[in-house]
């Protein structure tokens, strides 16, 4: 990529694009993924890119992600129209085209093609899969037991520092454990490529949430205030927030519904962007996420 006439912005642009996907691209095979924070098949593709990524690493292939809204200029220079974009890099040149594989199947067969074609460096030793780590994890998270998944995602941070899932998974059970503190500092510590990797968008969901869990003695408030005037949407909303907050999301996503069925305009849909946080907090695969998202629909559209 020429760097001949350009400003200092694009000149630190292409120097980051040398850096992250040019230079490892001169022995190794690049999944170049181009996403943005707003994408939702960019979220949708991200789990999916990273778990082949890791297990075609042993062969030689590494995954890097450039945020479109972020390098701005990298993206024009690829004539990025639409995203998820995804090419192969090898030697600094894009070899293919990885945007139509949209499963695991395909993918691996886009790989195994490019790799019979093209003299990869296989990687000095095998990278350890961390998949089935992540699995139990989050397999513990649902359990609800947050110390015990807390031990388990520190442990694969140990493994894995530079993995997305693994901090998202120990912020999650920190909260969890009730150690929204030691979250927070966690999210806070982690270097920009990790903190606005798609995939940190539950665990900035579940912290932002946590932040209106109520004091000792403050839900009975909450719930009297609603009792006394239950046409008060802001003190049904607190209350919401409240409930989900000490760990009852089934009656803070009642309460959520009631509200959007009564008005679902009110505070410029505060309701409904409360649960669709909840929603991306849990996990959009989550089936009490899915249970909840039907009665969503049921009310929105009948």
Known sequence: MASLGLNLDEQKAVDRFRKNVVEPSMTKL??????????????????????????????????????????KFIAAQFQVRSIPTVYAMFQGQPVADLTPARSESQLK????????QLPVQAGDEPAQDIGPLL????????????????????????????????????????????????????????????????????????????????????????????????????????????????????EAAKLLLAMVAKDRSWNDGAARARLLQIFEAIGLEDPWVAATRRKLSTVLFG
């Open 109 to 116: 067969q886009y790989l195994d093609q490019i790799l019979k």
């Open 135 to 250: 699995a139990m994890g989050e397999d513990v998270l649902g359990t609800g037991d947050g110390e015990r998944a807390a031990g388990i995602f520190s442990q694969i941070v140990e493994i894995a520092p530079d993995s997305a899932p693994a901090h998202s998974g120990l912020i999650r059970a920190l909260l969890l454990a009730g150690q929204k503190d030691e979250a927070a500092e966690v999210l806070a510590a982690l270097p920009p490529e990790i903190a606005n990797d798609p995939v940190m968008a539950q665990a900035r969901s579940a912290l932002a949430l946590a932040e209106d869990a109520p004091e000792e003695g403050e839900l009975a408030g909450l719930r009297a205030a609603v009792a006394t005037n239950p046409e008060d949407m802001d003190a049904q909303l607190a209350l919401a927030n409240g409930l989900y907050a000490a760990g009852d999301r089934d």
């Open 30 to 71: 690049v999944i170049l993924d181009f996403w943005a924070e707003w994408c939702g098949p960019c979220k949708a593709l991200t789990p999916l890119l990273e778990k082949v990524a890791a297990e075609y690493a042993d062969k030689g292939v590494i995954l890097a992600k450039v945020n479109v809204d972020e390098e």
